[in-house]
């Protein structure tokens, strides 16, 4: 008997995370925050030019931005 595969669709996935999203926002962003650094994510350049002396004194981090 040949094996019955569910074929994915993005429409069910994005349907099953924004339930998963509504139900579990905190615990879904704290994980994001505990696995990802975003700070990886970012180039050395990238920082240097939103950090320059050039530029206006900054009241959020790069990061949380």
Do not use: C, T, W
């Not at 069910?12 to 925050?33: A, T």
């Amino acid at each position: 008997m040949p094996v019955q595969a569910k074929q994915l669709n993005f429409s069910n996935i994005s349907s099953d995370f924004e339930k998963f999203f509504n139900q579990n926002q905190y615990n879904l962003l704290s994980m994001l925050n505990h696995f990802f650094d975003i700070s990886d994510f970012i180039p050395l350049s990238f920082y240097q030019k939103y950090y320059s002396n050039f530029g206006r004194k900054r009241n959020f981090s790069l990061e949380s931005m």
